[in-house]
């Protein structure tokens, strides 16, 4: 893989031994993996890397040792302690360190507690963002997260807490009341209880909602259902996390903006699914 590499022309900076580059891999596609990310990649001895990172992406680091660290929920994993403390370890040893996470390291990807750890140990550290599977997940279903005519706010949640449970912290009712779209991660195993909650806090059953799984890999699939029937549509669709759920009017914008359906040449569902009865470019 290396002689198809791209050039990197220009000043970049440089992956010096005994620091850590914690990046942000994208939600799947290696086509939206940053520059700075592949600079890092070329350059590193080891390769930390999550569950959710394609093997396309390590194949641009051959030079480096591959290090599998990745959590999913309900599986095996190494716990959060070991790999935050072997980052240390690979570091002091003088390694070139790429710790290499899906999505972006700073969005529900605990990057903030393994850099804190790093410098904590006198590690130094380079942050490097991805692109969240919040944002760049949904725009390749098709789904703006925000879009003027339905929303000036959206909200990001996590479906899970530290223990695996829906997190007992988050106020459901001021979130369902405060965000017109709500964006949720790692939600898949708890969706019945969060749509539940949402409900109850005044949400309507119609409202429309996407659960978007595998986002912009070749796996991807994308349920519109409602909120009312997601959980049992997710159930009877047999899909799998990886997912990100949304929830709002914005989700309306795939009958006319699924742009992977267009390229296979199928038409739109619907040029004006808010149905504001106006040209789009008509503000």
């Known amino acids: 893989m290396s002689e198809s590499l791209p050039s990197l022309p220009g000043d970049w900076p440089e992956l010096k031994p005994g620091w850590v580059w914690l990046c942000g891999a994208g939600p799947g596609d290696p086509g939206l993996l940053t520059l700075h990310a592949l600079n890092g990649l070329q350059q590193a001895d080891v390769v930390i890397y999550d569950a959710l990172v394609q093997q396309s992406i390590l194949d641009w680091a051959p030079q480096a040792e591959h290090v599998y660290a990745g959590k999913r929920g309900g599986k095996p994993s190494a716990k959060q302690r070991d790999i935050s403390l072997r980052l240390v370890d690979l570091a ?46 949904l725009a ?31 106020d459901w009712d001021s979130i369902a009341k405060g965000s017109q779209v709500l964006v949720i991660y790692m939600g898949m195993k708890h969706v019945e209880q969060i749509a539940a909650s949402l409900l109850a806090a005044g949400r309507p059953a119609d409202e429309p909602c996407a659960v978007v799984c595998s986002a912009t890999t070749p796996d991807e699939k994308v349920l519109e259902t409602t909120l009312g029937r997601m959980a049992a549509d997710i159930a009877a ?43 789009a470019e008509v503000s």
């Open 237 to 279: 669709g047999e899909l799998e996390p990886p997912a990100i759920l949304c929830v709002g009017r914005s989700v309306l914008m795939r009958q006319v903006l699924d742009w992977q359906a267009l390229a296979r040449g199928e038409a739109p569902r619907d040029l004006d699914p808010l149905r504001r009865g106006l040209p």
């Open 140 to 170: 390749y279903a098709g789904i703006p997260v925000t879009h003027r005519d339905v929303n000036q706010s959206v909200t990001f949640v996590t479906g899970h807490d530290q223990s695996g449970a829906t997190p007992q912290s988050l």
């Open 92 to 137: 002091r040893a003088g390694k070139r360190v790429l710790r290499l996470k899906g999505g972006d390291p700073f969005v529900f990807g605990r990057g903030g507690e393994e850099a804190q750890t790093l410098i904590q140990h006198g590690v130094h550290v380079r942050i490097i963002p991805g692109i969240s599977a919040g944002i760049g997940g």
